[in-house]
């Protein structure tokens, strides 16, 4: 569903990401480990065209993406959580899931009222505004409001940092549902042991440059890759 091929990016002067390769198929939940710093988030930006690479290809589906405005990412079925939540603080919850709505007509597509009920703990804070939601709340609120872009493929990056461990294990499963319900997810995580749990295949990236990739079993297996690149 994505494939990405070679891709450098800068932030101004600075080589952040080094001939970055990854796949991700449909129905796959795929994890990109590292510590803070590795390149994870801005590998997500660089997809999602924030921080469009200067070398290599995105595609999507086949069609090259590569530094595609971010808006048009999502109408073609890409949803994004931004590692910093980024709720809209002054609008309500139903508000922040209202201005994300893209209909897509089918019988499966997200709704308010559907994403209410994948988290039903939103259901009885519609009328809060985000910015007074914990962070836990703010985080679901920031899943729901890439559900409802009705997204193919979603970019989760960092979905459990500075999460109570009750809302970290919940939040798990509700990934582990999305992909029982058919959602193609690109995952970023410092926590390996919720990644390893979730996704069938991992990349491991060190200062921008993945340093390996296998299943998850060759992951679990290979305790050398975790100890130089992931632990702290």
């Given amino acids: 569903m994505i494939e990405v091929t070679g891709i450098h990016t800068y932030y101004g002067l600075s080589h952040v990401l080094f001939d970055i390769s990854l796949t991700v198929s449909r129905g796959e939940i795929v994890c990109l480990l590292g510590r803070n710093g590795a390149g994870k988030s801005t590998t997500m930006k660089s997809i999602m065209g924030l921080t469009p690479p200067s070398q290599g290809t995105v595609k999507f589906k086949g069609e090259?993406?590569?530094?595609?405005?971010?808006?048009?990412?999502?109408?073609?079925?890409?949803?994004?959580?931004?590692?910093?939540?980024?709720?809209?603080?002054?609008?309500?919850?139903?508000?922040?899931?209202?201005?994300?709505?893209?209909?897509?007509?089918?019988?499966?597509?997200?709704?308010?009222?559907?994403v209410y009920d994948f988290f039903p703990p939103l259901r009885a804070l519609d009328r809060r505004k985000a910015g007074f939601l914990s962070g836990g709340e703010q985080q679901m609120l920031t899943i729901g409001r890439a559900l409802m872009t009705n997204p193919e493929l979603l970019?989760?990056?960092?979905?459990?940092?500075?999460?109570?461990?009750?809302?970290?294990?919940?939040?798990?499963?509700?990934?582990a549902?999305?992909?029982?319900?058919?959602?193609?997810?690109?995952?970023?995580?410092?926590?390996?042991?919720?990644?390893?749990?979730?996704?069938?295949?991992?990349?491991?990236?060190?200062?921008g440059v993945i340093r390996y990739h296998g299943s998850i079993e060759e992951l679990r297996a290979n305790e050398e890759i975790r100890r130089k690149y992931l632990l702290v």
Avoid: C
Avoid at 64 to 78: E, Q
Avoid at 157 to 169: C, Q
């Fill in 64 to 114: 090259n993406v590569t530094g595609r405005k971010p808006y048009l990412m999502a109408r073609m079925g890409i949803g994004y959580v931004p590692d910093d939540r980024r709720v809209f603080a002054d609008l309500t919850v139903a508000e922040n899931l209202e201005i994300s709505e893209r209909r897509t007509g089918g019988h499966d597509a997200w709704t308010i009222d559907s």
């Fill in 177 to 207: 549902r999305l992909k029982q319900k058919g959602l193609t997810v690109l995952l970023a995580e410092q926590n390996q042991k919720v990644a390893l749990r979730l996704s069938d295949r991992g990349y491991v990236i060190d200062n």
């Fill in 155 to 175: 970019l989760l990056d960092e979905p459990t940092e500075g999460l109570a461990p009750i809302m970290v294990k919940m939040l798990e499963e509700h990934i």
